[in-house]
């Protein structure tokens, strides 16, 4: 484009602001800045800002939304056993047909960390990384079967580099670097609210924030990660959050009921623990499974009971998915068509004369579990909250999700897994087990030495 075209193009689509400073800004700034608005779909953004998407109506969807088909805890509501499903998922283990996503592209700005989440000790006492605590259990989970699960880490530009630094002086914590494939997704502009500006954040820079995990479809065909998922032999993938440290990697029943469901994509869900709980809602409507954030959901829907007293939507989001890659391979052919949900935030930009202020802004983001109504056979699994959900949200004192409440989440789990063996452990004792010695229930019971009796606080430690 001729620079007199990319300045009409600027102006006539209304953001001609943006080039406000440029005589002030030096060649460098000035090239800098025509690429950050090059990079940005202006007509896409403008019908966003008019909002010709088509916009939501909660109130309607949740006033026909039912629970999700689900396979329940205690093994109801499949057409196979806990068992069968167990067996289905540990074979595609061993065939080497899963792989492993981990989304890691966030801000934590709750939690009051400044670095990326994944780097947050949250070992209670190892003192292992959120990071670690993934990276570990997926290859111990893949050393179990036999096969290496690779790993895709989706980071943003909040996050990429430091990621990639820690990694790098950590040597990549073990895994080689053709089997952990870190990779950045995209960002949206953020605009002025009502009038739909870009906000420049600087003279020389549009406030630009990630796209939300539903940039995860653009980032994977982008990086070649589905094609480079092929090649190994990898049909489905396992989603997971970086700030849940509880989560099972490739839970071979929750793949087993996915597998033998034929679902294009499945998603675990654990109990809510009471109506307006903040997680996001897994529900049913018209026949397709979807979530609804727990902001979006009317209070009194939330709160909607079934005649023996319980939550008539019980079933909470922990944004642990299963995807068949055929699945991602379509959606992603077909261009993505995830939604885009917006947040309204204060934002800092410069006025006219350069002094910072505030405005009122909206930040456009996609959610990958908008890819639900898009999925054929999709189905919810129950899994129980103190085995799967312990994510590290808020800074310390906050009433839940905090770091606290996450270390003493897989302290329970792991004295659980080892009493369970038959180890004696004395009350106010803490025991934490390395991945390699054990990942699950079965697992520990399997490696760990039999008759335990752990008098003092220990850290089963594993070295190579
Ligand atoms: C999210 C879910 C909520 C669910 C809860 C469970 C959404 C919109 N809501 O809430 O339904 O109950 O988790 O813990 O997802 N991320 C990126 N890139 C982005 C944005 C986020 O990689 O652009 C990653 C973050 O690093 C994090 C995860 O996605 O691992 C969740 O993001 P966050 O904004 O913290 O979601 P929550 O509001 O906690």
Not at 94 to 117: C, N, T, W, Y
Not at 147 to 176: C, F, K, Q
Not at 308 to 314: C, E, I, R, T
Request: proline share 5%; glycine share 8%.
């Amino acid at each position: 484009l001729s620079w007199v075209d990319f300045v009409s193009s600027v102006e006539q689509l209304g953001q001609g602001h943006l080039l406000r400073f440029w005589n002030e800004l030096p060649p460098q700034s000035q090239e800098s800045l025509r690429k950050q608005v090059e990079q940005i779909d202006l007509v896409r953004l403008q019908e966003l800002v008019q909002g010709k998407d088509q916009r939501v109506d909660f109130e309607d969807l949740a006033s026909r939304a039912i629970a999700p088909p689900a396979v329940l805890a205690d093994g109801s509501g499949a057409r196979w056993s806990a068992v069968e499903a167990r067996d289905a998922g540990q074979a595609a283990l061993r065939e080497g047909k899963l792989g492993m996503i981990l989304v890691a592209g966030g801000q934590g700005s709750r939690l009051g960390f400044d670095r990326p989440k994944g780097l947050f000790p949250i070992g209670p006492l190892s003192q292992r990384t959120l990071f670690q605590m993934h990276l570990d259990r997926l290859a111990a989970v893949g050393c179990y079967y036999g096969r290496a699960i690779p790993l895709y880490v989706m980071t943003s530009p909040a996050t990429h580099e430091e990621t990639i630094d820690y990694l790098e002086r950590n040597h990549w914590l073990g895994w080689s670097r053709e089997l952990l494939r870190v990779f950045c997704q995209g960002v949206m502009p953020a605009v002025e609210f009502p009038s739909g500006k870009i906000i420049l954040e600087a003279k020389d820079r549009i406030a630009l924030s990630p796209d939300g995990h539903g940039g995860l479809l653009n980032a994977l065909a982008q990086n070649g990660c589905l094609q480079h998922a092929k090649e190994l032999g990898v049909e489905q993938f396992y989603y997971a959050q970086v700030d849940n440290p509880l989560v099972a990697s490739c839970d071979p029943v929750v793949v087993g009921h996915h597998l033998l469901a034929q679902s294009d994509m499945t998603t675990q869900v654990v109990r809510k623990r009471h109506a307006l709980e903040r997680v996001g809602n897994v529900v049913s409507i018209d026949g397709r499974v979807q979530i609804i954030e727990y902001s979006d959901l009317p209070e009194s829907a939330a709160k909607r009971l079934l005649p023996d007293g319980s939550l008539a939507l019980w079933a909470g989001n922990i944004a642990v998915h299963v995807f068949q890659g055929a699945f991602l391979d379509r959606t992603i052919s077909l261009g993505n068509q995830l939604p885009f949900h917006r947040a309204y935030k204060k934002i800092s930009t410069l006025d006219d004369q350069g002094k910072p202020q505030q405005v009122d802004g909206v930040k456009f983001e996609r959610f990958i579990f908008d890819l639900l109504p898009l999925a054929s056979n999709a189905l919810a699994i129950e899994g129980k909250g103190e085995d799967a959900f312990a994510p590290v949200k808020n800074a310390e004192g906050a009433e839940g999700d905090t770091p606290t409440h996450a270390r003493q989440a897989i302290l329970a789990q792991h004295r659980r897994w080892l009493e369970s063996a038959g180890a004696v452990i004395a009350p106010q004792v803490d025991v934490e087990i390395h991945p390699r010695l054990g990942f699950d229930e079965r697992t520990v019971a399997e490696r760990m030495p039999k008759g335990l009796d752990v008098r003092k606080t220990t850290y089963f430690e594993f070295s190579f």
